[in-house]
């Protein structure tokens, strides 16, 4: 852009007649100027992209004209880990045609560099949160958090059981559809990938007694309960294997996950169904109002969870073919969905608790909704990016839920 205006002055006062078109991407100028705002703040600029692109070699060039220690890589095997261990701060960019799910391979590699700055307690909670992030355990005990509410916003006394089913079968589909779909994950989460390919027999052989332990409870709870997870648990092992032949529909919908937007509202729906659903029907065998009010929040909760989940995870999602919320509708538009479910949460939970369709607790769960719109924000403005602290983040509001419900409770 610097370059351009000097010509573009050069050629008003040599040739004023000349007719200048400015065709510069804006995307790249954008850059270049955010660049130059990041390099003031930080110690180290790395920048990620194609060494034959010339706007990459420019924001380079830029960084390195700021006086700041600056690295043109293409991919996270390229760090010099040496040489940034001195900045205490990082700024990271890339060029305009660099695809995201590179950018983000660089951040979560960058992410643990500075892990081994922080103190070993900090050290050691962030091995936790990967851990348990990566084992799919926090995400079924959210699960079990989501429960305990949905029963106590019921009024069902009777929550253990429940709570321990979803915990087993939140912990075993998404293992098992993590292991029999892990194609995109090569892309979003390579770290996630590469942990499944170490370990396939081990989550295999958790997810398969996880799944069996909670059938068996249901099935001690009653036949209905248990002809209800069966069949869930049948949809949910479907969801990544091709159900029809190749020679009826060709290239058609064979799997459930062919269908646009399957995978966050098949989601969204068996989380609803096994927290708050589920738990009713064993206790009373018939659905009242509280049940369909409490299931759509459940729902709309985990639909915004995975839906921004699938929003970070666009790229690589579309390279192997995935057809998710964010790649139907866009970033903004799925954002801004997002944004309005979780208002709508909160009103349905105000106004529920209010006329006593469910316990006061909604009172106090509308918590939930305000922190995850909250990150959507963060995320949104550049606060948060995506990595190991951010998921960690968004799993934590289910925990938050069971939190507020054990004071409530007690209280």
């Given at each position: 852009m610097e370059f351009f205006e000097e010509v573009k002055?050069?050629?008003?006062?040599k040739f004023p007649h000349y007719k200048i078109c400015n065709t510069i991407c804006d995307s790249t100028a954008k850059r270049q100027a955010e660049v130059k705002r990041l390099a003031k703040s930080v110690d180290a600029v790395i920048v990620v992209g194609g060494y034959n692109s010339g706007n990459t070699r420019r924001l380079v060039e830029i960084a390195r004209k700021a006086g700041k220690s600056s690295y043109h890589i293409e991919s996270e095997n390229e760090l010099d880990l040496k040489a940034l261990a001195s900045a205490k701060y990082i700024g990271l960019t890339a060029g305009a045609s660099t695809p995201n799910w590179?950018?983000?391979?660089?951040y979560r590699t960058l992410e643990s560099l500075f892990l081994k700055k922080e103190q070993r307690w900090r050290r050691t909670f962030f091995s936790i949160q990967r851990s348990l992030l990566?084992?799919?355990i926090y995400v079924a005990l959210g699960a079990g958090c989501l429960c305990y509410s949905c029963t106590m916003l019921q009024g069902i006394n009777n929550y253990f059981p429940h709570v321990l089913i979803s915990i087993l079968y939140v912990l075993s589909m998404h293992i098992l559809n993590n292991l029999i779909g892990s194609k995109a994950d090569q892309y979003n989460d390579p770290a996630r990938a590469a942990?499944?390919?170490?370990?396939?027999g081990f989550l295999a052989a958790l997810a398969t007694i996880a799944g069996s332990v909670g059938l068996i409870i249901a099935y001690l709870m009653g036949i209905t309960p248990f002809l209800i997870l069966f069949f869930m648990s049948v949809l949910g092992l479907s969801y990544n294997i091709r159900l029809v032949p190749e020679s009826l529909l060709g290239n058609g919908y064979r799997r459930i996950?062919?269908?646009?937007?399957s995978k966050t509202v098949l989601i969204a729906a068996a989380w609803?169904?096994?927290t708050s659903i589920f738990p009713a029907f064993s206790v009373s065998d018939s659905i009242n109002v509280s049940a369909v009010i409490v299931f759509f929040l459940s729902a709309c909760m985990v639909f915004v969870r995975t839906a921004f989940f699938d929003t970070l995870d666009m790229q690589g999602d579309r390279i192997v073919g995935k057809a998710t919320i964010p790649i139907l509708l866009g970033e903004k538009r799925t954002m801004c969905l997002l944004k309005i479910l979780s208002t709508v949460i909160l009103v349905v939970l105000l106004l529920s608790s209010t006329f006593q369709f469910i316990s006061t607790l909604g009172f106090l769960l509308a918590i939930c909704p305000v922190f995850t719109f909250v990150i959507l924000l963060a995320y949104e403005r550049g606060y948060?990016?995506?990595?190991?602290r951010l998921e960690f983040l968004v799993e934590t509001h289910f925990i938050i839920a069971g939190i507020i419900t054990i004071i409530w409770s007690v209280v």
């Open positions: 002055k050069w050629a008003n006062k590179i950018t983000k391979r660089v990566l084992t799919n942990f499944y390919r170490k370990h396939n996950r062919d269908i646009p937007g609803g169904i096994v948060m990016l995506p990595g190991i």
